[in-house]
């Protein structure tokens, strides 16, 4: 038998203990030991349920507790979750997160101290919830050499652009009705700022690359200034807007890697990824572009990949898994500006064929797109592929003259 602990006791927490104790038999055929959770910590109590006996609220009692090897960090956020996992860790003690905000920030130096302590340190919960990634990347494209990685990683604002898209719902009436299903946060910030998917895609970024990228190295754009008017536009260029986070090796050898809003053409498999669910696009050199879809996040999705993990840690107790990336540095990842892109521009002028022709000159080729109920004086068109920080020096020019550039999307080759 293997004893376990599991800190926090939230919607992934209960899920885990649900998953574990509802499962029991076939996680023990699988992991060839019986796991029982002796310690479930949480601040809060929790007097009628069936696990009362297990609840501390001292981590403590599990960190000086020999008999616990595996321990599930659930918690959420730096602190105390980082802490106590490190502790964990020196203590000779396998974990086991869905946190991605800690892997993000401390993947590197947590890996590197399991590697030291000869136990494991997993994570695949912490990018897309229930569907399998970080396992995959590490093994089963592990002949590969990655080229890119691009993906709706977030369910919440895929939720609301969807809506927009289907719907004709504005951004704040899809936002509330996102918050009404529980799909987002009274906060819902960490979402519609795209720090969330910003993690995902640091951490999927440092696996397949080999070194870490840290969340403040990625330009991180959110979807609070996507209009009606924008997805409109992206229908009549031929696709939609999607929140994607990407990265790929630049000729330079650094990383090129962004989250933002782009126009995705309708033939991607990524643009008809919709509502909650998430599309992670990996693309190798020997398999081509694979695809992983699901929900990316939700009770039991999450709790069955955190199991999943647990099971590992208790097959490897022996055979360390391999999992591991270096330290990255302030020079690995490239000034997005200087990533050659496309361009979608929505402006309002006072004269639209001069400002059109202004444009032109200033920007190369350009394509203009017309919608039917476009306001007086409005303006959008897609610029020809140069680096980005060229576009912007045009744009600027172009505000200069009086045109008004009310948003820009790029156009994601996927």
């Known amino acids: ?7 926090g006791y939230g919607v992934v927490g209960s899920g885990v203990v649900e998953v574990l104790t509802t499962h029991t038999d076939n996680i023990a055929k699988r992991a060839k030991e019986e796991i029982r959770i002796k310690y479930i910590l949480d601040l809060r109590d929790f007097p009628d349920s069936p696990f009362a006996d297990t609840f501390t609220k001292s981590f403590e009692d599990i960190i000086n507790d020999p008999e616990v090897r595996v321990v599930v960090e659930v918690m959420g956020g730096l602190n105390p979750a980082f802490e106590y996992t490190r502790r964990c860790l020196e203590a000779g ?12 920030a ?7 101290l399991a590697q030291e302590k000869n136990v494991n340190f997993l994570f695949e919960a912490s990018v897309g919830g229930g569907i399998p990634i970080i396992r995959p990347i ?4 592990a002949a590969n050499d990655v080229i890119e990685i691009a993906g709706i990683l977030n369910g919440t604002t895929n939720f609301i652009l969807t809506k927009m898209i289907h719907d004709q719902m504005d951004f704040q009436d899809a936002l509330a009705l996102a918050q009404k299903l529980g799909y987002a946060e009274r906060n819902p910030a960490a979402d519609v700022e795209g720090h969330d998917a910003c993690r995902k895609i640091c951490i999927l970024a440092s696996l397949a690359f080999g070194r870490h990228v840290y969340p403040d190295q990625v330009h991180t754009e959110g979807i609070t200034n996507i209009s009606l008017a924008d997805v409109e ?12 986070g990407q990265v790929k090796m630049a000729e330079s050898g650094k990383l090129q890697i962004i989250v933002c809003p782009m126009f995705v053409p309708r033939e991607s498999q990524l643009a008809n990824v919709d509502d909650v669910f998430n599309g992670i696009m990996v693309r190798g050199d020997s398999t081509g572009d694979v695809v992983f ?12 990949a955190v199991v999943a993990d647990v099971i590992d840690c208790v097959k490897h107790f022996k055979a360390r898994k391999y999992l591991f990336w270096s330290d990255g540095s302030p020079e690995y990842v490239e000034n997005y500006l200087d990533d050659k892109v496309s361009m979608f521009v929505r402006a309002k002028a006072d004269n639209e064929a001069l400002a059109l022709g202004n444009a032109k000159h200033l920007l190369g080729g350009i394509s203009q797109l017309i919608r039917k109920n476009a306001q007086p004086g409005e303006i959008a068109f897609v610029t020809d592929q140069k680096p980005e920080r060229e576009i912007l020096a045009g744009l600027n020019k172009l505000s200069e003259l009086g045109v008004t550039v009310e948003n820009t999307i790029r156009i994601g080759e996927l």
């Open 1 to 7: 038998m293997v004893q376990i602990a599991v800190m």
């Open 138 to 141: 590490s093994q089963c494209l």
């Open 233 to 244: 536009y992206a229908d009549l260029w031929g696709g939609v807007v999607k929140l994607i």
């Open 293 to 304: 879809y699901g929900k990316g996040a939700g009770k039991l999705p999450t709790a069955s």
């Open 106 to 112: 401390k993947g590197a130096e947590l890996l590197k």
């Open 93 to 104: 003690k396998s974990v086991v997160t869905s946190n991605k905000e800690l892997v993000a």
